[in-house]
């Protein structure tokens, strides 16, 4: 009897690993022969699943992206600011090593590629503004403005406290952005 296969089930499970790959050897660096090898599959069961290095990070970025607004939406909702930036940048915390990691890669898949391409990729376009949605439906503003500040805030917020954790303070960052988003947001009547 013929072995049953969950194609989608097993490409997932090839991109999850794939991003540890990917981190430790550097986008430039791996090869989809050097990725098969460490995947434990053929070269040909790579290409069957993705025709290109590029196809594979894509899939991976929109693959995370999936993973991480799950992670994200399993933070409940409160009624004090504070709470939620707080729950924000808890969950940032407990997955520090995995956010410097990917933007790392990210970083990595621009410098190869370009930054042009990087800004001009379709995929990963589509993933940056989905977490941008939830950032704003989290907040409750459509305030671009706003939006993008956060978002530079956390991404920097992901470095700073891999490079200086004994330094970082959940309850400091918290309050730093909770009076920036609230000047924010009582100017603009929101």
């Not at 434990?40 to 894509?58: M, N, Q, R, W």
């Not at 004090?80 to 924000?88: E, F, N, Q, V, W």
Request: hydrophobic fraction near 40%.
């Amino acid at each position: 009897m013929p072995k049953i296969v969950n194609h989608e089930q097993y490409k997932n499970e090839l991109l999850k690993r794939s991003f540890d790959c990917f981190t430790s050897n550097g986008y430039s660096g791996l090869t989809m022969r050097d990725l098969a090898k460490h995947l434990g599959v053929s070269t040909g069961t790579l290409y069957h699943y993705f025709p290109s290095k590029v196809a594979i990070f894509e899939q991976l970025v929109e693959f995370q992206a999936d993973q991480d607004l799950i992670l994200a939406s399993s933070i409940t909702k409160s009624k004090s600011l504070k709470r939620d930036i707080t729950a924000i940048l808890t969950l940032m915390v407990e997955n520090r090593d995995y956010l410097l990691k990917q933007n790392s890669l990210w970083l990595e898949f621009g410098r190869q590629n370009g930054f042009v391409e990087l800004l001009e990729n379709a995929v990963i376009a589509r993933s940056y503004k989905r977490y941008r949605v939830w950032l704003g439906q989290f907040l409750q503003s459509d305030d671009e403005a706003l939006i993008t500040f956060v978002c530079s805030y956390l991404s920097g917020i992901v470095m700073d406290m891999n490079f200086h954790p004994g330094q970082f303070s959940i309850a400091d960052q918290s309050a730093i952005l909770v009076g920036a988003i609230s000047s924010r947001l009582s100017r603009s009547g929101g």
